[in-house]
């Protein structure tokens, strides 16, 4: 099956400091990626969309500043989190989704995120 | 905004026992979807669900998609302490740039010996 990865699994950093995080898709291409926040005990809120070359689609509340979404290839994206606060602390998930009528959304293993 | 609504939020069980764990949606979605995820790990796909009605089963688990396709409830029959797990239900969206997955309040099961 299809194979998405995140990188790195976990980071530790301090306030005020940014945060790349990377999703990669291994054996297909990724025409769109998702990102998804996580709290503890709470389900997945879509934070944005991003389509390969073009800007990303946020959803309502959600930074666009704080969040900077990159998808320059199709296998790749990533998820900066500029001058990270504690309150940004979460589990960080994406997904990815082939072009060509498949609809299925492949979810990566998820970055842990925790700012002091 | 479509909200999806689970219950339980909380489920601890011994295990051999059955359980149902209900997904309900403010509106209807163009099909949906259910998956478990374990701690530090993303989510896993067990089952789409489209039309209305419709029964799905997948060893001990069986998911139904009422007729209004606003409801799902999924059932699992003689529990093992491996389906332990977050249980999500995530509504499937059609938008103009594909499709858009909304995921339930979840339920958080737990399988005890």
């Known amino acids: 099956g299809a194979v998405v990865s995140q990188h790195p699994s976990w980071v530790i950093c301090k306030s005020g400091t940014s945060v790349k995080i990377e999703c990669r898709s291994l054996?297909?291409?990724?025409?769109?990626m998702f990102w998804y926040r996580q709290f503890p005990k709470q389900s997945l809120m879509l934070m944005a969309t991003s389509n390969e070359g073009s800007k990303a689609t946020y959803e309502q509340g959600v930074e666009k500043d704080k969040f900077l979404i990159n998808h320059a290839s199709l296998t790749l994206s990533t998820l900066t989190v500029t001058s990270a606060h504690p309150e940004d602390s979460s589990f960080y998930i994406c997904?990815?989704?082939?072009?060509?009528?498949?609809?299925?959304?492949?979810f990566g293993p998820g970055t842990r995120l925790l700012v002091l | 905004t479509q909200l999806l609504e689970q219950s339980p939020q909380f489920l601890s069980i011994q295990e051999g026992e059955n359980l149902t764990v209900y997904c309900n949606s403010s509106s209807v979605f163009s099909s949906l979807q259910w998956y478990r995820q374990e701690p530090g790990e993303g989510p896993v796909l067990l089952v789409t669900v489209v039309t209305g009605g419709e029964v799905k089963k997948l060893k001990r688990l069986t998911f139904q998609f009422g007729d209004a396709r606003k409801d799902s409830p999924l059932h699992i029959t003689a529990a093992q302490p491996g389906d332990t797990g977050l249980y999500l239900c995530?509504?499937?969206?059609?938008?103009?740039?594909?499709?858009?997955?909304?995921f339930g309040t979840g339920t958080q099961l737990k399988v005890e010996l």
């Open positions: 995530a509504g499937v969206e059609l938008t103009g740039g594909g499709n858009k997955l909304t």
């Open positions: 997904s990815a989704r082939s072009g060509g009528g498949g609809e299925t959304q492949y």
């Open positions: 054996d297909f291409q990724a025409t769109t």
